[in-house]
T-cell receptor
Framework: TQLLEQSPQFLSIQEGENLTVYCNSS?????LQWYRQEPGEGPVLLVTVVTGGEVKKLKRLTFQFGDARKDSSLHITAAQPGDTGLYLCAGDHNNDYKLSFGAGTTVTVRA | SAVISQKPSRDICQRGTSLTIQCQVDSQVTMMFWYRQQPGQSLTLIATANQGSEATYESGFVIDKFPISRPNLTFSTLTVSNMSPEDSSIYLC?????????FGPGTRLTVL
């Protein structure tokens, strides 16, 4: 059983549409990160959230950390083909700098 | 930030052999990690490799199978020993610096 449950597993949308990826857990996390990974590369950090209820925006991406610090969401507005990739949430729940990763959401944005 | 390179980028190996993967960082870092990412799956932490001490392995991973070296603050190696097809995976190293974890590009290993 994964500590972090991501949904959906796969998402295929048309360019210009919006999408939301969810990351849920029964554990409390001291911090939670979102990464994007493209084929043949390592994950690249998009954002870190640390405060319950925190909302961070990165251009067309909006990240939210739940009030109880157990869940998070990533919302992409007006998706573009360049947003295609594997989106991973990862959290540190023991404050020991070791990350637990969700299973990932594969996003495909069709032109 | 940190720039990380890994060698080799990919390899195809025969069952029973061993492969050593190198990870080089462009700055001195204390905490370095090794992960495995099996096809279509997420990342699983293998071990933490800190300079000056033995690597700390996660449940399900042992030193005999995945020996790790960390001779200095910019370099580490992971060896996958006595390989079997089940070891086919992407192996990634990462470093923690400034509270952020940066990943290398990964080594794609195929075991026949």
């Amino acid at each position: 059983t994964q500590l972090l449950e991501q949904s959906p597993q796969f998402l295929s949308i048309q360019e210009g549409e919006n999408l939301t990826v969810y990351c849920n857990s029964s554990s409390v996390f001291s911090s939670l990160q979102w990464y994007r990974q493209e084929p043949g590369e390592g994950p690249v950090l998009l954002v870190t959230v640390v405060t319950g209820g925190e909302v961070k925006k990165l251009k067309r991406l909006t990240f939210q950390f739940g009030d109880a610090r157990k869940d998070s969401s990533l919302h992409i507005t007006a998706a573009q083909p360049g947003d295609t990739g594997l989106y991973l949430c990862a959290g540190d729940h023991n404050n020991d700098y070791k990350l637990s990763f969700g299973a990932g959401t594969t996003v495909t944005v069709r032109a | 930030s940190a720039v990380i390179s890994q060698k080799p980028s990919r390899d195809i190996c025969q069952r029973g052999t061993s492969l050593t993967i190198q990870c080089q960082v462009d700055s001195q870092v204390t905490m370095m990690f090794w992960y495995r990412q099996q096809p279509g799956q997420s990342l699983t932490l293998i071990a933490t490799a800190n300079q000056g001490s033995e690597a700390t392995y996660e449940s399900g991973f042992v030193i005999d199978k995945f020996p790790i070296s960390r001779p200095n603050l910019t370099f580490s190696t992971l060896t996958v020993s006595n390989m079997s097809p089940e070891d086919s995976s992407i192996y990634l190293c990462s470093v923690l610096t400034g509270g952020v974890e940066f990943f290398g590009p990964g080594t794609r290993l195929t075991v026949l």
